[in-house]
């Protein structure tokens, strides 16, 4: 592989300073050996998840992979998209971790709803955790994406972004091209499950403030319509 060449985009804490050496997570370095084949010498671009993006000299080919800081790039998030959902039917939940990470939302809150609860779905944390590290090396972002336990829908607004702009996907809602979300600050998304929210659940949202948004003419899943707000907002606001 050319010396010149950026392999790979990975995941690397510490990234503080030029000239400083950092040394990669047994998962990453994993990556780079058996995936990529990176050698001595090869330069790779790399970030920590928090918005700096830096590229990066390998000096060892061996786990763990220590590799040289040769530029750094910081950028602040001025955009935050946050996506509470309901539960999807099956094992959908996977396919729209991994989409929303890559579309580069800042946070995903499954929420329990009085027509579905993340159960044992909830417990697959650990597997959404490589699901959106991958997501991230696959788009080439920034910024990672927070993953946050399931939770009641009332826990879930009462720990909204103080001043947040919040949107609903409802069929009854304003069609989707003719809304903006703002280009700054907190933007989130409410979701039902794949049987809807209770209208005692509508209520709830209403009343904290969220605006009804049409994603589509049909009838969305709850894994495509997060997937489609999530694409929308991105879309609209040219994140970050």
């Known amino acids: 592989m050319p010396t010149e060449s950026a392999p790979s985009h990975v ?8 000239g400083a050496t950092v040394s990669l997570s047994p998962e990453e370095s994993h990556y780079l050996l058996r995936v990529c084949r990176v050698r001595a010498g090869d330069r790779v671009i790399a970030t920590d998840g928090l918005g700096t993006r830096s590229t990066v000299r390998v000096l060892e080919a ?6 040289e800081i040769e530029s ?9 998209a946050w996506v509470m959902c309901g539960v999807p039917e099956g094992e959908r939940a996977d396919w729209m971790v991994e989409k929303l990470a890559e579309l580069g939302v800042a946070a ?15 417990l697959r944390m650990d597997r959404w955790q490589r699901l959106a ?6 788009s080439q972002g920034r910024f990672a994406m927070e993953l946050r336990p399931p939770t009641s829908i ?5 720990a909204l972004a103080e001043g947040a702009e919040c949107w609903l996907a409802a069929p009854s809602g304003a069609a989707a091209c003719t809304c903006r979300p703002r280009a700054e600050g907190v933007v989130t998304g409410a979701v039902g499950p794949s049987s809807g929210f209770a209208p005692r659940e509508l209520r709830i949202l209403e009343s904290r403030g969220f605006t009804a948004i049409s994603l589509s003419t049909s009838r969305l899943r709850t894994e495509t319509a997060a997937l489609a707000w999530s694409a929308w907002w991105a879309a609209s606001t040219g994140f970050p």
């Open 11 to 18: 995941i690397v804490s510490g990234l503080e300073s030029v």
């Open 133 to 138: 590290r991958a997501a991230l090396r696959q």
């Open 62 to 67: 061996r786990s763990p992979v220590t590799a």
């Open 154 to 158: 009332d826990a879930a607004l009462d």
């Open 108 to 122: 995903f809150q499954p929420i329990d709803c009085d027509r579905g609860g993340w159960g044992r779905a909830g």
């Open 72 to 80: 750094l790039d910081r950028q602040v998030r001025r955009c935050e």
